[in-house]
């Protein structure tokens, strides 16, 4: 069943494939993104299920937050659901020729994939990370929006004609800003420590010199507590720090990292890494030496330092662990032990994209 979200309406498919791998689309319907929408979709889909021993996935995008209501009911539902990038579902329908689009084409076209392909099945945040997240992310925007306040606000005291109205009312939205960042950061200890197990985990990590609560809080939110990873690779994948390789016969491209993932664990690594550095600490120093020697760019080793230390906070995390730079290598061997390539050709790989 492929479902083509938006904030109001949905639009279904069922499709079913049979031995020859053809595709054959059974019903379509059209329903409210609504509570008693979810359950006239549930009536329709047991209508027109007529063998129960044949597997259902419902198929959806992941579009904004529309869609959360609709696969939390029908996961509640014991339904197999399936939950995309949109740039995914997008590169696999053109793939397939759609040259037209609407609603009820796409849907038709998640169907045909949910039936076509063995994805992976989504399981709905904890409700502990899901506000944890919207915290840290609401953190992020306060941020973000007071650097764009401060640079017009140095615009109009540098500014030929200076307007005094102006400046003052951009002192107070920054001093208004400022307190709502401060509030936020505040509930976010507090909800780290209303956990008594994630607040210690999190005290174990924050032992890395340099190293800060909010930090961890923000890659504990955007990966629901590692949840869904069994391995390192997975969550360097997550974080778009994997590496893509481009070659074809003689000719070789450049390798880099993909860059592709939650670009919020990169950018909330950024400053810890020039701690990391700044602190002296080890092993992250000596990565920093060994790869700035290759290529003479600093930015490059502290993505490299980003990567290690992700891994690092999921390894003391995973185990439960304090940090001790006396144990780095304990830790390097844990990993080892439980990634499929080694997590010597993983660090090897990455040190040569970087």
Known sequence: MGLDISAKTIYACISIIDAAQKVTVKSSCKIDNTLSGFKQLDQWANKHRK?????????????????????????????????????????????????SKNDKIDAQGLSKMGA???????????????????????????????????????????????????????????KFIEKQIADLETAIEAH????????????????????????????????????????GPQLVSYAGYDVIENQSGDRKGKTKISKKGNSRIRRILHMPALNMVRYNQTP???????????????????????????????????????????????YTRELEQELPLGLASIEARFENAV
């Open 51 to 99: 063998l129960k021993d044949i597997p259902l996935v419902v198929n959806m995008e992941a579009t904004g937050v529309y869609y959360e209501n609709c696969a939390l009911y029908l996961f509640k539902q014991d339904y197999s659901v399936s939950v995309l990038l949109p740039n995914k579902a997008k590169k696999w329908l053109q793939s397939e020729g759609l040259k």
């Open 116 to 174: 076509e392909k063995a994805l992976e099945l989504w399981q709905p945040a904890a409700e502990y990370y899901y506000q944890l997240r919207a915290m840290t992310r609401q953190q992020q925007s306060l941020q973000e929006f007071k650097t764009a306040v401060n640079n017009q606000l140095h615009a109009e005291e540098h500014g030929m004609y200076k307007n005094k109205m102006v400046i003052r009312q951009l002192k107070q939205q920054i």
């Open 192 to 231: 780290i420590a209303a956990d008594e197990e994630v607040a210690a985990k999190v005290e174990n990590i924050c032992k890395i010199k340099g190293l800060g609560i909010l930090t961890v809080a923000v890659i504990i939110a955007e990966t629901n507590g590692f949840a869904l990873f069994k391995n």
């Open 284 to 330: 992250f120093v000596d990565l920093y030496k060994r790869t700035f020697e290759k290529h003479g760019l600093k930015m490059k080793s502290y993505v490299a330092i980003q990567k290690k230390l992700l891994v690092l906070i999921y390894a003391l995390w995973k185990n439960n662990t304090a940090y001790n730079i006396e144990h780095k290598n304990k």
